[in-house]
């Protein structure tokens, strides 16, 4: 489990950050957070879909990454076996968090038990208590990522005020009769879709929201590889997934 702590001059004046590597920190995220400026680059490798905080009842936007809760199975010790790597995997050690100083206020954590972590080798953090260019570059990544955070919200909420939001369960059928469900999780209603007004569907084309709805409805493609990617893993054989809508439809 990641160790995320404030980001600390004096504390981790030393710290440098390795390049990334393999990926291994994401061995066992099944499922990423992404913005969508990222829609049209991850539906060429993964569903990209919606899901709903049980607690906060919020809508955040995933990228699927496995079946098995736990399994990354784009993930290898050798490659990674996608064309796409989201943003949130190459954002490590890094990770926004609350400012204790100021309310309401963003700043940088790091994974102290990163392994791209070092005192030995890589960019340096600091230079005395100054950040150098290296953590200056890291800084702009999240000011950008907040950007697109906030472009993502804004998008959703829209797709709620227009009814475009519908729930998918996903049911998986193992070649040994075992069965599975994967809920919580929601695409673009695509009857409500074509019901949109002329100037409702310019808008949505000015804004860029139209590009991302179908990158996220041509993703649903992505789950046939994620059947053979998972088929090839040594975990039970899949003999099929079936998509049923909150309407009832397959």
Same mark, same amino acid.
């Given at each position: 489990?990641?160790?995320?702590?404030?980001?600390?001059?004096?504390?981790?004046?030393?710290?440098?950050?390795?390049?990334?590597?393999?990926?291994?920190?994401?061995?066992?995220?099944?499922?990423?957070?992404?913005?969508?400026?990222?829609?049209?680059?991850?539906?060429?490798? @993964?569903?990209?879909? @919606?899901? =709903?905080?049980?607690?906060?009842? =919020?809508?955040?936007?995933?990228?699927?990454?496995?079946?098995?809760?736990?399994?990354?199975?784009?993930?290898?010790?050798?490659?990674?076996?996608?064309?796409?790597?989201?943003?949130?995997?190459?954002?490590?050690?890094?990770?926004?968090?609350?400012?204790?100083?100021?309310? =309401?206020?963003?700043?940088?954590?790091?994974?102290?038990?990163?392994?791209?972590?070092?005192?030995?080798?890589?960019?340096?953090?600091?230079?005395?208590?100054?950040?150098?260019?290296?953590?200056?570059?890291?800084?702009?990544?999240?000011?950008?990522?907040?950007?697109?955070?906030?472009?993502?919200? =804004?998008?959703?909420?829209?797709?709620?005020?227009?009814?475009?939001?519908?729930?998918?369960?996903?049911?998986?059928?193992?070649?040994?009769?075992?069965?599975?469900?994967?809920?919580?999780?929601?695409?673009?209603?695509?009857?409500?879709?074509?019901?949109?007004?002329?100037?409702?569907?310019?808008? @949505?084309?000015?804004?860029?929201?139209?590009?991302?709805?179908?990158?996220?409805?041509?993703?649903?493609?992505?789950?046939?590889?994620?059947?053979?990617?998972?088929?090839?893993?040594?975990?039970?054989?899949?003999?099929?997934?079936?998509?049923?809508?909150?309407?009832?439809?397959?």
């Amino acid at each position: 489990m990641p160790n995320y702590v404030l980001l600390d001059a004096a504390k981790h004046q030393k710290k440098k950050v390795l390049p990334h590597t393999n990926f291994k920190h994401s061995a066992q995220q099944h499922h990423v957070p992404m913005t969508i400026n990222e829609f049209v680059q991850a539906s060429t490798s @993964f569903p990209v879909m @919606f899901m =709903k905080d049980p607690q906060e009842g =919020k809508f955040h936007a995933t990228a699927l990454l496995g079946i098995i809760a736990g399994k990354n199975l784009h993930f290898t010790q050798n490659d990674w076996l996608g064309t796409y790597v989201p943003a949130s995997i190459l954002r490590a050690p890094f990770e926004l968090g609350p400012d204790l100083q100021q309310d =309401k206020t963003l700043t940088l954590y790091v994974d102290e038990d990163s392994q791209y972590l070092s005192e030995k080798e890589g960019q340096a953090l600091f230079d005395g208590e100054n950040p150098t260019q290296s953590l200056l570059q890291v800084q702009k990544v999240f000011a950008d990522y907040f950007k697109d955070e906030i472009a993502t919200q =804004k998008f959703i909420a829209k797709l709620l005020d227009c009814n475009l939001l519908k729930e998918i369960e996903l049911v998986v059928q193992y070649e040994n009769s075992d069965s599975m469900k994967i809920k919580g999780i929601y695409t673009i209603n695509e009857a409500a879709l074509r019901l949109l007004s002329d100037e409702l569907v310019v808008d @949505f084309n000015k804004q860029g929201y139209l590009m991302a709805i179908h990158a996220m409805l041509a993703s649903l493609g992505q789950v046939n590889r994620l059947i053979k990617l998972h088929n090839g893993s040594e975990e039970p054989k899949i003999k099929g997934v079936q998509m049923r809508f909150d309407s009832g439809e397959e």
